[in-house]
C-alpha cells in the first residue's frame, strides 16, 4: 500500500512523517526529491539556481521520481511493504503547475493536466494521499524563506493546485488541518492511516 504526505512547505509533512517511523516501524519510508540519488542531487541543483528553465525542472522531478519508483517503492511494494513517502507526483501537479503557469518562456494551456499526463503512462496512483493543509502565509513563515511576500504568493497557487487535485480525486484524499498542535495534527493522520492499512486488509 502506498501512502503519501503533501502540503505545502512549511506544513509539517517532515515532523509527520519523522514521527510515523516509530508507529509503523516496519514501513518503508521514503520521500521526494530523494537524497539519495545523483537524480535527487540534480533537483537540489536546480532548486538553488534562480535561473532554472521550468520545464528542465520538471523533466528533473520527473526524472528523479522514475528513478525512486523503480529502485524504491516498486520493489517495497512487490515485498507487500506499507511505503509512506514524504511527497510524491501530487507535488509535480500542485508546483511545477504552478511554476508553469507564469512561465514566459512556455505556453501550456493548462499546467497541471500537461505534468498529470506525463506521469500517467508510468507512474503509480497512491493509495491514499494526506493532506495537510495550511495557509500560504503560515506556511512561508514556517518554512522560513528569505522573501516571504513572494514565496506565499506562489504557494496560494500552489495550494490552488492542491484543491484542484483534491476535486478531481476526492476519495484519494484525507484533508487535515495543519494548523492544529503537531500531536493534534499526528493524531488525525494516524486515524487516517490506520483506518486504510485495516481496509486494505
Ligand atoms: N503543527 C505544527 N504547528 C506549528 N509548527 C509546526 C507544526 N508542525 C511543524 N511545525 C514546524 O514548522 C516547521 C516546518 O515543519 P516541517 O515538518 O519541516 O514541514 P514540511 O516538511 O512540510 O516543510 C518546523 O520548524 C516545524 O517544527
Ligand atoms: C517533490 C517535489 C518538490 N518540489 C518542491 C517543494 C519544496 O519547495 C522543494 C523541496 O522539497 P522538500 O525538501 O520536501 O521541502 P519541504 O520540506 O520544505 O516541503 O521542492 C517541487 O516543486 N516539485 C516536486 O515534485
Known sequence: MLVTLEGLDGSGKTTVWEALQERYPDA???????????????VYRSIE????????????????????????IEPALERGDLVISDR????????QGATLETAEEHDLADPLEYVVDIHEPFSITPDLTIYLDLDPETAATRAGTTNKFERAEYLASVRDNYERLIERDPDRFVRVD??????????????ALDEAVSASR
Open 49 to 72: 539556481d534562480d535561473d532554472a528553465d521550468p520545464l528542465a525542472e520538471l523533466f528533473l522531478y520527473t526524472a528523479d521520481h522514475a528513478d525512486h519508483l523503480s529502485r524504491v
Open 88 to 95: 510524491y507526483s501530487d507535488s509535480r501537479f500542485a508546483y
Open 28 to 42: 518503508e519510508f521514503t520521500r521526494e526529491p530523494t537524497n539519495d540519488s545523483w537524480y535527487g542531487d540534480a
Open 178 to 191: 495543519a494548523m492544529q498542535s503537531p500531536a493534534d495534527v499526528l493524531d488525525a493522520v494516524t486515524d
